[in-house]
């Protein structure tokens, strides 16, 4: 498939990325506290999914995240599934996005001063699968090559539903980002942007310097842009420097809400607000990211924020 963020990019200085899906879904109700996270809602409540989605666009997103974070072959068949109904539910994720975009575009009052919005299909870490908390931390016990006999499959079928590109997030170590980039490989029609998980200015959750990992997949024609997700946005600005300094090509970010999580408290607390959220996107912006949004705890209101300035800037 062709680069589809460069007809975006020249267009418009931002491409706004949508917010966080689980968190959403918990507020309409859902009981996300299993193993499949978001993607039990697949099986059990895709039409939430939907709302979410939608909600996104009409907050301004022109891309939203499919559902298939943490829907894996193997996670699914856990669960009972075969694996032909495993790849079945995996690609619902991308007819549910695709559908809910094609939706919100027959209705030509969206149209004005924003893209056709675009489809990311989400490519979660393998720590996600375990959901033992490994994917922030990234020290498997897989190799490269068990790494990408683990993404293969889900990669296939996303893929097979035809997304505009893959969205391979929250990546802790270098050794998956190695393994995405050589599975995409074989998937040469593909186009992918690869962001990572990090713990402080500079490294990424596993420890490897940001700008190395940026510099190794630089030359990389399938990746189509590279940066940082679920990650506490006071370590955003560096983050953005440190990746720019090893790429050209566009920078995306989108962190956690800025809320931390009280592990004793069993509960997030602040002082994170959706308006300080948005300003602080504002520096991204400025800092030189291009496409930008929201993971963990975010909402369409930030996003909607987030448009506020950045449709500003095209007047
Ligand atoms: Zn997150």
Not at 23 to 51: F, H, M, Y
Not at 169 to 180: D, G, K, R, V
Request: net charge negative; proline share 7%; hydrophobic share 45%.
């Amino acid at each position: 498939m062709p680069n589809p963020l460069t007809p975006l990019l020249e267009r418009y200085p931002v491409l706004i990325l949508d917010g966080a899906l689980a968190t959403e879904l918990e507020r309409r109700g859902c009981d996300l506290r299993d193993p499949l996270w978001s993607a039990k809602v697949l099986l059990e409540n895709p039409e939430l999914i939907d709302q979410v989605h939608q909600d996104y666009f009409r907050a301004g997103a022109d891309c939203v995240i499919t559902a298939s974070y943490q829907a894996t072959v193997a996670g699914f068949m856990r669960r009972g599934l075969t694996p032909e109904a495993a790849l079945e539910t995996i690609q619902r994720s991308v007819q549910l996005a695709i559908a809910a975009r094609d939706a919100f575009w027959r209705d030509e009052a969206n149209h004005a001063g924003r893209p056709r919005p675009l489809v990311a299909a989400s490519v979660g870490p393998y720590g996600a699968f375990l959901a033992d908390g490994s994917e922030y931390r990234g020290d498997y016990s897989l190799n490269e090559t068990e790494l990408m006999n683990f993404h293969r499959p889900r990669l296939a079928a996303l893929l097979a539903a035809g997304p505009d590109l893959l969205a391979c997030e929250t990546i802790p170590c270098w050794t998956e980002a190695q393994a995405l980039a050589r599975l995409l490989a074989e998937f040469p029609e593909a186009c992918a942007w690869f962001s990572f998980s990090a713990r402080d200015d500079e490294h990424i959750s596993h420890g490897e310097r940001l700008a190395d990992c940026v510099a190794g997949l630089d030359a990389v024609p399938q990746i189509v842009a590279i940066g940082v997700n679920c990650t506490a946005p006071r370590h955003i600005p560096a983050l953005i420097a440190a990746a720019r300094s090893a790429t050209r090509k566009p920078i995306v970010v989108y962190p956690n809400s800025g809320e931390t999580y009280d592990a004793a408290r069993h509960a997030w607390c602040g002082p994170a607000t959706v308006d300080a959220f948005a300003l602080e996107a504002q520096r991204w912006y400025d800092a030189g990211a291009r496409l930008i949004g929201g993971c963990c705890r975010t909402t369409p209101a930030h996003i909607a924020q987030i448009a506020a300035w950045a449709r500003r800037l095209q007047a």
